[in-house]
Each structure stands twice: as C-alpha cells, then as structure tokens.
C-alpha cells in the first residue's frame, strides 16, 4: 500500500525558513502530480502549493507566492517545500498528497488528492 510521509517541521521565528520532504513509498511518486497544503485550528485545509510529475509546472496559492518554492527530485522520490520568510499565520499541519489522476497536472483543489500523509507541524513564533 502506497504511502507518503512528511517531515522537516519544527519551530521557527518569525523570517526563518524551513525545508519540508516528503517521500513516498509503495508507488512511482514520478507518476504523480503532488500538492501541499495546511490546516490551522478551527479553518478548512488549504492549498499551498502544487507540482506536475515532470517538474515543468508548479502553483503557488497566494499566500505562499514569493516565499515557498516546491520542487522534486523523483529519483528520491522526494517532494520538497521550501519555506521562506515565514510568518505566524504559516503555523499550521503541512501536508502532502498525490493526485488522484495520472494525468493531472497538479490540482488546487484538496478532493483531487489522496494518500495524505500525516502531517507535519510548523510553528512560526512572532
């Protein structure tokens, strides 16, 4: 059974920077669109960011523009999320998620995503 797994959160002050991963395992992640999005307490999940399986198109939600930059390296089979610049309201679980379509070119929206990962926590102090 194919899964995917995150890592690289932590606690950060405000304007630091955190590099997320995350692997896969039990599937061809070269396959597959990735995305990443967050939840907070009390608030919908939310889209971050989001990659094609060739690395040739990403997305970025608005409050992740200039500061984040995805990427992959899929003979690790490895997405990464670079976070920059971070701010208090980027505390939230970050997770990630493969496309449900091999065809897909990475989907903003959540329901076109399955094999969440469990999440990893970043906490951006002010």
């Known amino acids: 059974q194919g899964r995917l797994v995150e890592s690289g959160g932590g606690l950060v002050q405000f304007g630091g920077s955190l590099t997320l991963s995350c692997v896969a395992s039990?599937?061809?992640?070269?396959?597959?669109?990735v995305g990443w999005f967050r939840r907070t307490p009390g608030k919908q999940r939310e889209g971050v960011a989001c990659?094609?399986?060739?690395?040739?198109?990403?997305h970025y939600e608005e409050s992740a523009k200039g500061r984040f930059t995805i990427t992959r390296d899929n003979a690790k089979k490895t997405v990464y999320l670079r976070m920059n610049n971070l701010k208090p309201e980027d505390t939230a679980i970050y997770y990630c998620?493969?496309?449900?379509?091999?065809?897909?070119?990475?989907?903003?929206?959540?329901?076109?995503?399955?094999?969440w990962g469990q999440g990893t926590q970043v906490t951006v102090s002010s």
């Open positions: 998620a493969r496309e449900l379509s091999p065809y897909g070119v990475g989907s903003r929206r959540a329901d076109d995503y399955a094999y």
């Open positions: 990659i094609d399986k060739n690395e040739t198109k990403t």
């Open positions: 039990g599937f061809a992640l070269d396959s597959w669109a």
